[in-house]
């Protein structure tokens, strides 16, 4: 009788926290959703653009900035300095996301999301306050140890939604980062040094006159400041309260007890509504490592070419570039964006249940090799037709970086279970952030140098700065074929 009388409080007990587990409450409205969760899907958007704008809204007009702190000797040198700035971001995500993954899987995904878009509104805002090279750099790496929202919102996407619309969800974290990046440029393109572009609207005794890079800034944290009291509303999706139950399957839980393991045919144990696969180490779950490698290297590549396209835009045409204010830059970024955000979220779809994930993400990175190779030439064009081919190339480019991303977030969820799932792309986000921490600094260098070998007999000037672009995305290209990732599908 005694020992009934605990089964019985034990189940109630179980029973109560699955009615009060947020986790579990996602997992029943899940299987209740009729259409597209758009409210959900809002939600991710929202985070999502919020961590991408910070990140790129800089490149239009860091190329000025360090002009204007006097630290670069000769023009050519701007770019060197200007890709440090851009690295310390990177170097400080890189020593945190695994902090900010484990955090994630153990309180919650909402916490951390509500941590992130707050430092955002802060480092932010101080950023567009520099006076300094080095103030600068220290912000940015601060701004980067407290950015945890792109790895959180990638595993939050995954969860959120039932497993029909997995894809969707994840393809707009990608399609809203993507935007972010394109949209974060345009917004500093229009908008830096405000008095002497707009100067009906601003004084030349304004604030803006005093900190002309401020604007950007201000206006991307007062979008931030909206999505954290948005994010107030948002569904937590960790099973939280049902760790009790969890427990009892996790050797290493306190109320381990293996004679109420129930295994199913899958050597799947059950936890409510939930299904809890077996855990081992996350670096010793080869297909997971095998997708952060090759989304490192593509990682590398594209934050090395957003960092190059816009010093090779802003450029002087003596020099190869394009002799583009940081304004048609940024109109060049934001017509790609609109673009991106069409080819995403109606063609790509239908095009990944089509092919499948693999053939979307090698046929993305083999075409953006040949791609690639025509930009040295594009600067040979003038007026309408310079414009016109580059916002061409800019769409097909972005859309095909893109489609490479969302696939790589896609394999990278399903390669764990939903209790590895923030640590998983904390992971992810670290190695990612150290490869992206070259590549900033590493394109300035590359391309400060390729401005300084104009004649040179082999690929003189920016065809070299493409040419090493090629190389590293071509190195992408053969990781994919990793045997591995061919068996999380």
Known sequence: MVDDARIVLLEKKEDDDHQNCPGCNIDRLKQEQRGIPYMNLSFIWLVSLCTALPISSLFPYLYFMIRDFHIAKQEEDIGFYAGFVASSFMIGRALTSIF??????????????????FTVII???????????????????????????????????SEVVSEEYTALSLSVVSTSRG????LGPAIGGYLAQPAEKYPKIFSQSSVFERFPYFLPSLVISVYATGVLIACWWLPETLHTRCRVAQDRFNPDGPGYSPNEVNNDE??????GDQKIKSEGSLMRNRPLMAVIIVYCVFSLQEIAYSEIFSLWAVSDRSYGGLSFSSQDVGEVLAISGLGLLVFQLLVYPPLEKTFGLLVIIRLSAFMLIPLLSCYPSIAKLSGVALHLVINCASIVKNALSISLVTGLFILLNKAVPQSQRGAANGISMTAMSIFKSFGPAGGGVLFSWAQKRQVATFLPGDEMVFFVLNLVQLVGLILTFIPYISHIQ
């Open 100 to 117: 900010w993954g484990k955090l994630a899987d153990r309180y919650g995904r909402k916490p951390i999301i509500l941590i992130g878009t």
């Open 123 to 157: 480092f932010n805002t101080l950023f567009g306050l520099s006076t300094s090279f080095w103030f600068a750099i220290s912000i940015r790496f601060l701004l980067g140890c407290f950015n945890c929202l792109l790895g959180v919102i990638r595993a939050y996407a």
């Open 179 to 182: 935007i972010g990046l394109i």
């Open 266 to 271: 899958n050597g799947e144990e059950g936890c």
